[in-house]
Nanobody, 114 residues
Framework: QVQFVESGGGLVHPGGSLRLSCTASGMLFRLYTMHWYREAPGKQRHVVASVDSDGAVTYMDSVRGRFTISRDNTKNMVYLQMDSLKPEDTAVYYC????????WGQGTQVTVAS
C-alpha cells in the first residue's frame, strides 16, 4: 500500500521560512512525478509544486520564486522549501502523485500569522 508521511509544518511569521518533508513508501518512488498539494480552510485541495522523475519542476504562479521543490530518490523523499511566506500560504500541505492515490497522508499544518 502506498503511504505518504508529511512533516515540517508549524507557525511562522510573514516573511519566514519552513521546509516540509514527505516520505513515500509502497511505490517505485523514482519513477513518479511527485506533487505538493495544499488545502486552505474553505478551499479545495490543489497542487502547488511538482517535480518529475528527472528533477524538472513546476510551480503555481502564486508560489513561484518563493517555494522550491526537490527530491531525493535514494531516500524516497520529496521536500518543499518555503521562503517569504505569506498569510495566504496558510494551509495543510500534502504530498501525493497525480491523480492522487488514497489514502492521503495526514498532512502538515502551515500557519503564517503575526
Amino acid at each position: 500500500q502506498v503511504q505518504f508521511v508529511e512533516s515540517g509544518g508549524g507557525l511562522v511569521h510573514p516573511g519566514g521560512s519552513l521546509r516540509l518533508s514527505c516520505t513515500a513508501s509502497g511505490m517505485l518512488f523514482r519513477l513518479y512525478t511527485m506533487h505538493w498539494y495544499r488545502e486552505a480552510p474553505g478551499k479545495q485541495r490543489h497542487v502547488v509544486a511538482s517535480v518529475d522523475s528527472d528533477g524538472a519542476v513546476t510551480y503555481m504562479d502564486s508560489v513561484r520564486g518563493r517555494f522550491t521543490i526537490s527530491r531525493d530518490n535514494t531516500k524516497n523523499m520529496v521536500y518543499l522549501q518555503m521562503d517569504s511566506l505569506k498569510p495566504e500560504d496558510t494551509a495543510v500541505y500534502y504530498c501525493n502523485i497525480l491523480p492522487p492515490t488514497t489514502p492521503w497522508g495526514q498532512g502538515t499544518q502551515v500557519t503564517v500569522a503575526s
